[in-house]
């Protein structure tokens, strides 16, 4: 897929602020795949994997690095980033459940069930600063349910994240301050819920 006039963040030089502007061409492409297998009544195995190809078509006057800006010493300076990764575009990603649910108790429900997400390395900011790339990463979640046989009761025991991964969710470089900014996701969370309905 042809992207014409993609936005981007660009950085007012000698701040921490950015501006949106429409600046580049770029290229999509890739594939995806998704599925679920029932084996028998009680489990059930399902996942998705994606390849995805991006990048820059054009892109002449992007932001500089910050090493890149302290090499040019002054103001004004862009780098050409044709071919190059677009932002937050792994090459690979994927996903793999299984569950299980059986009756217990006079017909309440129990299921279980276990996630794995993975995702390739990406960069955060536009002009693809050393700093700003993500490593690979792997996320593990887990949940235990109870549902009473109409559904108006339950109570459950998740877990997110449970190797305590980290990676970047949002990240960028100033080239004008050399000051690296990011979000992190949630560290490893375990929640206990109940609801009622009425």
């Not at 600046?23 to 492409?29: F, I, K, P, T």
């Not at 890739?30 to 996942?47: K, N, Q, V």
Request: glycine share 10%; aromatic share 12%.
């Amino acid at each position: 897929m042809q992207i014409d006039d993609l936005q981007v963040s660009s950085s007012i030089p000698g701040t921490v602020a950015f501006q949106v502007q429409n600046a580049a061409e770029a290229v999509s492409q890739g594939f995806e795949l998704d599925g679920r297998w029932s084996l028998g009544d009680d489990w059930l195995i399902g996942g998705s994997l994606a390849y995805t190809d991006a990048y820059y078509d054009s892109f002449p006057r992007a932001d500089c690095t910050p090493g890149q800006a302290a090499a040019f010493g002054g103001p004004g300076c862009t780098q050409d980033l044709q071919g190059e990764t677009l932002i937050f575009a792994p090459d690979w990603k994927g996903t793999l459940f299984v569950e299980y649910r059986t009756e217990v108790m006079s017909a309440w429900e129990m299921s279980m069930r276990a996630d794995f997400t993975y995702s390739a390395e990406y960069y955060t900011d536009s002009p693809l600063s050393p700093g700003t790339l993500q490593d690979d990463y792997q996320i593990i979640n887990v949940s235990l349910w109870l549902k009473s046989p109409s559904h108006r009761y339950s109570i459950g025991l998740i877990g997110r994240n449970l190797g305590e991964e980290a990676y970047r969710r949002f990240g960028l470089a100033s080239p004008g301050s050399g000051i690296y900014l990011a979000e992190l996701n949630l560290p490893r969370r375990i929640m206990l819920k109940a609801s009622a309905k009425f």
